[in-house]
């Protein structure tokens, strides 16, 4: 039985103010958040661990931003960012074409899709190059700034190698809400030895903080993209005529419903290649959204 069956049977047993009452693609979505963090986290600190402290304060020493770069794996990053991301948004999007498909069903229409042809695959790899650009830019911005910081400050080679092994993956933001920590616990009196175990524990609190955020991000757009993928492709077969259908806003409505930006467009249609209301054409609307889109038919 594939996570789509089970779904759908859980669909079947719901009941006011179940979750179970939530958007099909969204609980599925949901459900692949977990893979989609655990493969962030072991990108990250596979990196993180990957750096060698002697290498890279070597490299802080000569003072060429591109050799720290390298010594704080950022090369590695990349790399496993790919190759662990990559198979997830796959997977996700697979789920997307899956309820898609369902959504078909209801007016008989099946449709051929290979997950194989090249705009699933250009997709996929197109979404993974830029959730892993951003990653590794945020930490070179991040990297660059504690560099220039710690020449100001005269601060030595090796702490600086530390502190940068400890922000790999954060964005430039929550970096220095780590220092900003760092130097409280500092100006307090706090002993050395715990200000660095206590911000290190606050680093790992960011970074967890990070993976949650891109894995509910990332698992919506991909199970958002493979059904529209799927749309698009049962209209070019003949099978959706876009006089008759047309695309309806699903909101996941809790308590966590985004207000300003979700909760007006509920109940919103759109044709099958067109913008909702301000401009949006499929969620995620914003970070760690939890919208969906349906189908109607006139």
């Known amino acids: 039985m594939t996570l ?16 179970d009452e939530f958007p099909l693609l969204t609980r599925l979505a949901a459900r692949m958040e977990p893979p989609a963090r655990r493969a962030f986290l072991a990108a990250v600190l596979g990196a993180a661990a990957a750096v060698s402290l002697e290498a890279l304060a070597e490299a802080i020493q000569a003072g060429q931003v591109s050799h720290i770069e390298a010594a704080a794996q950022l090369g590695k990053l990349g790399a496993d960012l790919r190759r662990q991301l990559l198979p997830v948004l796959g997977n996700v999007f697979a789920l997307g074409v899956q309820v898609g498909s369902g959504a ?70 929550q970096a220095a809400a780590v220092q900003n920590f760092r130097e409280r616990l500092i100006a307090e009196g706090v002993p050395f030895d715990r200000v660095m175990a206590r911000s290190e524990r606050y680093a790992q609190a960011q970074l967890r903080s990070r993976a949650l955020n891109i894995a509910r991000t990332e698992t ?23 006089a008759t259908t047309r695309r309806i806003w699903l909101v996941t409505d809790d308590d966590r419903l985004d207000e300003e930006i979700c909760e007006p467009l509920d109940g919103e249609e759109a044709p099958l290649d067109a ?15 939890r919208c969906a889109v349906g189908l109607v038919f006139t």
Do not use: Y
């Not at 650009?133 to 911005?141: A, Y």
């Not at 199970?223 to 077969?237: D, I, P, V």
């Open 220 to 242: 919506l757009t991909a199970s958002n993209e493979g059904q529209q993928e799927l749309w698009q492709a049962a209209r070019a077969q003949g099978l959706l005529n876009p």
């Open 104 to 173: 078909l069903g209801e007016v008989g229409a099946s449709v051929r899709f290979d997950l194989r042809n090249p705009e699933a695959i250009r997709w996929v790899q197109a979404r993974g190059a830029e959730l892993v650009t951003g990653v590794t830019d945020d930490t070179r911005l991040v990297i660059r700034s504690l560099v220039e910081a710690a020449f100001r400050e005269g601060r030595a080679p090796r702490d600086l190698a530390r502190d940068i092994q400890k922000v790999i993956g954060l964005t430039p933001r």
């Open 4 to 19: 789509l069956d089970l779904e759908l049977a859980r669909r079947e047993r719901a009941i006011p103010g179940d979750p």
């Open 275 to 289: 913008p909702f209301p301000g401009g949006i054409m499929r969620p995620p609307a914003h970070p760690q959204c």
